[in-house]
């Protein structure tokens, strides 16, 4: 049972123009959102994370977008950049007796095209 | 510099032989973290660890064993039980109770078995 879904395995964009990263979840109980930014063979990097009592967090050129009805979260980059092109994933937080882990849906690669 | 160091980055093994995987942090975190990565399926959580002497079984912990006996150390083996150990190992930290519970990832070790 997939909990944290990202549906578009791939997305490519002009640079300059907004990137648009989609995440869907499941289960009501995640309280915090964050999404990674993947090289190959490197470890992810944090980028982002939005609480659910939030609706919107922004960091520069990325903005996180929480819809809570539709348990539906959105990463936006904007303008897009070459060394913007790599795996994205989004990770949900969980707390179930006591210990804190992370759900990870199974990541979009993003392609900047200069 | 602080951070987190996964040994070896790469790793050859034969059927039927158990490996360790090593994972030292000196960020003073809490919590430490394996997932695996394997192509399409994006990250999976095997084994973590709040405190020290203490883990819990993630998503896919079959075939695998930690132990915890530092705080800065958490390291892994992959049993010759995993009927499918090829894959990128990936090893995290965190601080726990910290809101969002933003991970910290280290390099990774990418394990092929022959």
């Known amino acids: 049972d997939q909990q944290v879904k990202q549906n578009s395995p791939s997305l490519s964009v002009q640079e300059g123009r907004i990137s648009i990263l989609n995440c869907d979840y499941t289960?009501?109980?995640?309280?915090?959102f964050l999404w990674y930014k993947k090289y190959p063979a490197e470890g992810p990097t944090f980028l982002i994370s939005i609480s659910s009592i939030k609706d919107k967090n922004e960091d520069g050129r990325f903005t996180v977008f929480l819809n809570k009805s539709a348990k539906h979260l959105s990463l936006h980059i904007v303008p897009s950049q070459p060394g913007d092109s790599a795996v994205y994933f989004c990770?949900?937080?969980?707390?179930?007796?006591?210990?804190?882990?992370?759900?990870f849906g199974k990541g979009t690669k993003l392609t900047v095209n200069p | 510099d602080g951070g987190i160091t996964q040994s070896p980055k790469y790793l050859f093994r034969k059927e039927g032989q158990n490996v360790t995987l090593s994972c030292e942090q000196n960020l003073n975190h809490d919590a430490m973290y394996w997932y695996r990565q394997d192509p399409g399926q994006g990250l999976r959580l095997i084994y973590y660890s709040q405190i020290v002497n203490d883990f819990q079984k993630g998503d896919i912990a079959e075939g695998y064993s930690v132990s915890r006996e530092k705080k800065e150390s958490f390291p892994l083996t992959v049993t010759s039980a995993q009927k499918n150990p090829t894959a990128f190992y990936l090893c995290a930290s965190s601080r726990i109770r910290s809101g969002a519970n933003v991970l910290t990832f280290g390099a990774g070790s990418r394990l092929t078995v022959l």
């Open positions: 990770a949900a937080k969980i707390t179930q007796g006591g210990s804190e882990k992370l759900v």
């Open positions: 289960n009501s109980m995640f309280d915090y």
